[in-house]
């Protein structure tokens, strides 16, 4: 069972920053796409960005464009989630998750087309 190690979650005050992690311990992400849902209070998990493996394109949701920077370092096996100039509204749990597949787009990258999760990381932003 391929299990996701998703880290880097903490309390930020609005426009702060924080860098999310994702790694999988015994298992190679290097050949697939990996992404990040975001579970907020009371609300249903959410997609919010991913990369591809073959051409490093990327998704993000609306909300967060211009704000997230999605990255991958394959060398040490670890996707980033860059998040800047925070909003109250991006609290919540924010989970990896991975396809078995190279691809993703905003068709695709859904909850229910994820084969790999993490156990998620949480984020707060609040002043």
């Known amino acids: 069972q391929v299990q996701l190690v998703d880290s880097g979650g903490g309390v930020v005050q609005p426009g702060g920053s924080l860098r999310l992690s994702c790694t999988a311990p015994g298992f190679n992400l290097r050949h697939f796409a990996v992404g990040w849902f975001r579970q907020a209070p009371g609300k249903e998990r959410d997609p919010i960005s991913c990369?591809?493996?073959?051409?490093?394109?990327?998704y993000y949701t609306n909300s967060v464009k211009g704000r997230f920077t999605i990255s991958r370092d394959d060398a040490k096996n670890t996707v980033f989630l860059q998040m800047d100039s925070m909003r109250l509204e991006d609290t919540g749990i924010y989970y990896c998750a991975a396809p078995q597949s190279p691809y993703c787009s905003a068709a695709t990258f859904v909850d229910s087309g994820m084969d790999y999760w993490g156990n998620g990381t949480l984020v707060t932003v609040s002043s």
């Open positions: 990369i591809r493996s073959t051409d490093l394109v990327t």
